[in-house]
């Protein structure tokens, strides 16, 4: 994943870490605990598009053919429509065919609907890479086979909830370990269309848990808008927070949030909790589902979708960005 290209050669970070709080409101009101997902869905999803067979899904191969006919397979299942006339947005900008997978369910409101909220998260990774101890496979199951997990956790929970007064695309994104391509298409694409986006949603790196434990999640741009702040009130505890290596290693530019930021305007940011500390496989072969923590994944998905169908179903656009 280009999240943390910049620092690949990184070993070592302080577990002395400074951290900025995030403090829930008093008019937040708790959320009660949900238990939509669970760790065998999860390793159901992420087992797969972790496995060998598809070969690190680098962009443009057989392996992530097998895993956009996986993704879109469960986004059919659930009764998701396609966004465009199919499920599949061809890339403009890579030499090979590739496609991001988009999935669309409309609002419920009758003037909520005409605005977007875009969760996403990338899938694919990088291939076929040098061995070690005999094993070339990037199999990428933090990277980003987690965040994808994510995604259809969530989608599976608003298809079968349709509550959510605004529309939803839910985005599987291809190269974004060729530059966040599939984001800048996509960015672009959705701009020309002059659609009305409230915030953009990216999951990156959530397989393992967090070392420190005063936060479930960090968030990149932290100090950027409102988001933060807002998620916590929503769900009145303190779910997101801030690491300095966010700030350090300008992980706001680096994921797929990064596109729509810029050519919207409006709040797009990702959240990980891949915490320089936590996994020492990024890029390896040994990025492995036996690695992975289902039952983590699973809370964070129950801890989310409750803030974000609240960030969906808001009256009005409480996130913003911060002028």
Known sequence: MRFFLAIA???IFSSCIAQKETTTSKKSTSIKELTFSTPESVSKTLSYLASDELEGRDTGSEGIEKASIFLENILKENSVN???????DTLSNYNKTSYNIVGYIEGSDPKLKNEFVIIGAHYDHIGKISAVNGDDIGNGANDNASGS???TEVVKYFAKAKNNKRSLLFVFFSAEEKGLLGSKHLAQKLKKQNMDLYFMFNFEMIGVPMVRKDMLLYLTGFGKTNMAQTMNEYAGEKLIGYIPAETQYQLFRASDNYPFFTEFDVP???VSTFDFENFEFY???DDEFELMDPTHMANVVN???P???KMINSPTKEIQIKK
């Open 303 to 305: 801890k989310m979708i």
């Open 268 to 270: 797009a940011q990702t």
């Open 82 to 88: 396609p966004y465009f006339k199919t499920y599949r």
């Open 149 to 151: 997990t994510a995604v």
């Open 283 to 285: 890029h390896q072969p």
């Open 307 to 309: 803030v974000l169908e």
């Open 9 to 11: 050669s990184f070993t």
